[in-house]
Protein backbone atom coordinates (compact mmCIF):
# COMPACT_ATOMS: atom_id res chain seq x y z
CA UNK A 1 0.00 0.00 0.00
CA UNK A 2 2.40 2.50 0.82
CA UNK A 3 6.75 2.58 0.96
CA UNK A 4 8.75 5.18 1.85
CA UNK A 5 12.54 4.38 0.46
CA UNK A 6 15.64 5.41 -1.19
CA UNK A 7 16.95 4.00 -4.62
CA UNK A 8 19.91 4.89 -7.48
CA UNK A 9 17.91 7.16 -9.78
CA UNK A 10 19.26 7.26 -13.87
CA UNK A 11 22.01 9.03 -13.46
CA UNK A 12 23.63 6.56 -10.74
CA UNK A 13 22.55 9.34 -7.82
CA UNK A 14 20.68 8.35 -4.86
CA UNK A 15 17.21 9.60 -4.92
CA UNK A 16 13.98 9.47 -2.48
CA UNK A 17 11.26 7.19 -3.51
CA UNK A 18 7.76 7.14 -2.39
CA UNK A 19 5.52 4.63 -3.29
CA UNK A 20 1.23 4.63 -3.04
CA UNK A 21 -1.36 2.30 -4.46
CA UNK A 22 1.52 0.63 -6.83
CA UNK A 23 2.07 3.91 -8.17
CA UNK A 24 6.06 5.75 -7.81
CA UNK A 25 7.09 9.70 -6.95
CA UNK A 26 10.33 11.02 -6.67
CA UNK A 27 10.24 12.32 -3.37
CA UNK A 28 14.04 13.50 -2.44
CA UNK A 29 14.62 16.02 -0.29
CA UNK A 30 11.34 15.63 1.83
CA UNK A 31 10.39 11.31 1.96
CA UNK A 32 12.77 8.60 1.61
CA UNK A 33 16.21 10.49 0.97
CA UNK A 34 16.95 13.84 2.52
CA UNK A 35 19.77 15.64 3.98
CA UNK A 36 21.48 16.13 7.38
CA UNK A 37 22.57 19.90 8.89
CA UNK A 38 25.49 19.26 7.58
CA UNK A 39 24.71 18.10 4.26
CA UNK A 40 25.61 14.38 4.68
CA UNK A 41 22.81 12.34 2.67
CA UNK A 42 20.05 11.15 5.25
CA UNK A 43 18.30 7.82 4.01
CA UNK A 44 15.56 7.14 5.86
CA UNK A 45 11.85 7.70 5.66
CA UNK A 46 11.58 11.58 7.18
CA UNK A 47 14.01 14.24 7.17
CA UNK A 48 15.89 15.00 10.39
CA UNK A 49 13.56 18.26 11.16
CA UNK A 50 10.71 16.52 11.36
CA UNK A 51 11.72 13.91 13.51
CA UNK A 52 12.23 13.61 17.19
CA UNK A 53 14.98 13.07 18.06
CA UNK A 54 16.51 14.71 14.71
CA UNK A 55 19.41 12.25 14.71
CA UNK A 56 18.85 8.64 13.76
CA UNK A 57 18.31 6.87 17.20
CA UNK A 58 15.14 4.24 17.20
CA UNK A 59 15.37 3.36 20.61
CA UNK A 60 15.18 7.29 21.61
CA UNK A 61 12.44 7.68 18.99
CA UNK A 62 10.59 4.80 20.56
CA UNK A 63 10.85 5.51 24.20
CA UNK A 64 9.61 9.34 23.17
CA UNK A 65 6.72 7.68 21.43
CA UNK A 66 5.41 5.38 23.88
CA UNK A 67 5.55 8.56 26.61
CA UNK A 68 3.04 10.10 24.42
CA UNK A 69 1.31 7.57 23.29
CA UNK A 70 0.37 6.34 26.92
CA UNK A 71 -0.25 10.01 27.96
CA UNK A 72 -2.84 10.17 24.93
CA UNK A 73 -4.07 6.79 25.78
CA UNK A 74 -4.76 7.72 29.28
CA UNK A 75 -6.15 11.11 28.26
CA UNK A 76 -8.44 9.20 25.85
CA UNK A 77 -9.97 6.71 28.78
CA UNK A 78 -10.58 9.91 31.50
CA UNK A 79 -12.83 11.60 27.94
CA UNK A 80 -14.79 8.62 27.33
CA UNK A 81 -15.38 7.84 30.89
CA UNK A 82 -16.38 11.64 31.73
CA UNK A 83 -18.67 11.19 28.37
CA UNK A 84 -20.96 8.62 29.43
CA UNK A 85 -21.03 9.03 33.11
CA UNK A 86 -22.00 13.36 32.33
CA UNK A 87 -23.97 11.95 29.73
CA UNK A 88 -22.10 14.37 27.30
CA UNK A 89 -21.80 11.59 24.54
CA UNK A 90 -25.85 11.30 24.30
CA UNK A 91 -26.67 14.74 24.92
CA UNK A 92 -24.26 16.40 22.57
CA UNK A 93 -23.09 14.07 20.24
CA UNK A 94 -25.22 11.32 19.47
CA UNK A 95 -27.10 12.72 16.34
CA UNK A 96 -31.18 12.67 16.04
CA UNK A 97 -32.58 11.28 13.05
CA UNK A 98 -33.78 13.95 11.87
CA UNK A 99 -30.19 15.45 11.78
CA UNK A 100 -28.26 12.25 9.88
CA UNK A 101 -31.14 12.87 7.72
CA UNK A 102 -30.27 16.70 7.02
CA UNK A 103 -26.56 15.80 6.47
CA UNK A 104 -27.03 16.73 2.60
CA UNK A 105 -27.85 20.38 3.63
CA UNK A 106 -25.11 20.35 6.33
CA UNK A 107 -22.35 19.38 3.86
CA UNK A 108 -23.30 22.70 0.73
CA UNK A 109 -23.34 24.84 4.07
CA UNK A 110 -19.73 23.72 5.01
CA UNK A 111 -18.40 23.80 1.63
CA UNK A 112 -20.25 27.27 1.45
CA UNK A 113 -18.38 28.07 4.27
CA UNK A 114 -21.58 29.25 6.10
CA UNK A 115 -21.96 28.75 9.99
CA UNK A 116 -24.66 28.36 12.10
CA UNK A 117 -25.70 31.49 13.82
CA UNK A 118 -28.30 32.36 16.80
CA UNK A 119 -28.81 29.14 19.05
CA UNK A 120 -27.57 26.51 16.52
CA UNK A 121 -24.53 27.99 17.41
CA UNK A 122 -24.48 26.41 20.81
CA UNK A 123 -24.86 22.80 19.30
CA UNK A 124 -23.07 20.83 17.45
CA UNK A 125 -23.83 20.02 13.72
CA UNK A 126 -24.41 16.66 12.23
CA UNK A 127 -20.94 16.60 10.64
CA UNK A 128 -18.88 17.71 13.88
CA UNK A 129 -21.08 15.21 15.79
CA UNK A 130 -20.02 12.08 12.98
CA UNK A 131 -16.38 13.30 12.80
CA UNK A 132 -15.76 12.95 16.46
CA UNK A 133 -17.85 10.05 16.91
CA UNK A 134 -15.42 8.47 14.39
CA UNK A 135 -12.10 9.47 15.92
CA UNK A 136 -13.19 8.74 19.44
CA UNK A 137 -14.73 5.03 18.83
CA UNK A 138 -13.00 4.28 15.35
CA UNK A 139 -9.15 6.00 15.04
CA UNK A 140 -8.01 6.61 17.96
CA UNK A 141 -9.18 2.87 18.93
CA UNK A 142 -7.37 1.75 15.83
CA UNK A 143 -4.04 3.72 16.30
CA UNK A 144 -4.09 2.15 19.70
CA UNK A 145 -4.55 -1.49 18.37
CA UNK A 146 -2.36 -1.06 15.08
CA UNK A 147 0.16 0.38 17.42
CA UNK A 148 0.42 -2.63 19.83
CA UNK A 149 0.45 -5.10 16.89
CA UNK A 150 3.85 -3.61 16.32
CA UNK A 151 5.32 -4.50 19.85
CA UNK A 152 6.80 -8.23 19.75
CA UNK A 153 5.53 -8.61 23.27
CA UNK A 154 1.95 -8.74 22.68
CA UNK A 155 2.54 -11.31 20.15
CA UNK A 156 4.00 -13.34 22.29
CA UNK A 157 1.56 -12.65 25.39
CA UNK A 158 -1.83 -13.23 22.87
CA UNK A 159 -0.53 -15.62 19.61
CA UNK A 160 -2.49 -14.84 16.68
CA UNK A 161 -3.24 -10.80 17.73
CA UNK A 162 -1.45 -9.60 15.34
CA UNK A 163 -2.63 -11.46 12.37
CA UNK A 164 -5.96 -10.27 13.10
CA UNK A 165 -4.62 -7.08 11.00
CA UNK A 166 -2.48 -9.08 8.51
CA UNK A 167 0.71 -9.00 9.86
CA UNK A 168 2.89 -6.45 11.47
CA UNK A 169 3.66 -4.77 8.09
CA UNK A 170 -0.24 -4.10 7.52
CA UNK A 171 -0.41 -3.16 11.12
CA UNK A 172 2.32 -0.30 10.41
CA UNK A 173 0.83 0.77 7.74
CA UNK A 174 -3.07 1.07 9.28
CA UNK A 175 -1.06 2.67 12.36
CA UNK A 176 0.69 5.33 9.38
CA UNK A 177 -2.72 6.00 7.80
CA UNK A 178 -4.67 6.25 10.49
CA UNK A 179 -2.20 9.04 12.28
CA UNK A 180 -2.42 11.12 8.93
CA UNK A 181 -6.41 10.74 9.24
CA UNK A 182 -6.39 11.97 12.69
CA UNK A 183 -3.83 14.72 11.91
CA UNK A 184 -6.24 16.14 9.08
CA UNK A 185 -8.62 15.71 11.28
CA UNK A 186 -7.02 18.49 13.87
CA UNK A 187 -5.96 20.44 10.27
CA UNK A 188 -9.64 20.45 9.28
CA UNK A 189 -10.43 21.22 13.12
CA UNK A 190 -8.47 24.57 13.19
CA UNK A 191 -9.21 25.89 9.66
CA UNK A 192 -12.91 25.92 11.23
CA UNK A 193 -12.25 27.49 14.59
CA UNK A 194 -10.67 29.72 13.07
CA UNK A 195 -12.71 30.82 10.06
CA UNK A 196 -16.07 30.73 12.21
CA UNK A 197 -14.75 33.11 14.35
CA UNK A 198 -11.14 32.36 15.97
CA UNK A 199 -11.58 34.55 19.31
CA UNK A 200 -14.98 33.33 20.41
CA UNK A 201 -14.02 30.05 20.59
CA UNK A 202 -10.64 30.84 22.17
CA UNK A 203 -12.56 32.63 24.46
CA UNK A 204 -15.24 30.01 25.45
CA UNK A 205 -12.55 27.58 25.81
CA UNK A 206 -10.67 29.50 28.15
CA UNK A 207 -13.42 31.15 30.04
CA UNK A 208 -17.09 29.33 29.01
CA UNK A 209 -18.03 32.55 27.50
CA UNK A 210 -19.71 32.29 23.82
CA UNK A 211 -20.79 35.25 22.16
CA UNK A 212 -23.51 34.15 19.86
CA UNK A 213 -24.13 35.78 16.31
CA UNK A 214 -27.71 36.15 15.87
CA UNK A 215 -29.69 34.86 13.13
CA UNK A 216 -30.93 37.59 10.57
Not at 7 to 22: C, P
Not at 93 to 120: C, D, F, N, Q, W
Amino acid sequence: LLEITARDGMNGERVGVTRVFGREFETTGLLGLSKYPNGQPNAHAFPSWSTIPGGYSLAMARDWHFFFAWIFVLNGVAYVLYSLLSRHLIRDLAPTGKELRGIGASIVEHVKLKHPSGEAAKRYNVLQKLAYLSVIFVLLPLVILAGWAMSPWLNSIFPGWVDLLGGRQSARTIHFIVAWLLFLFLAVHVFEVIISGFWNHMRSMITGRYRIKRSV
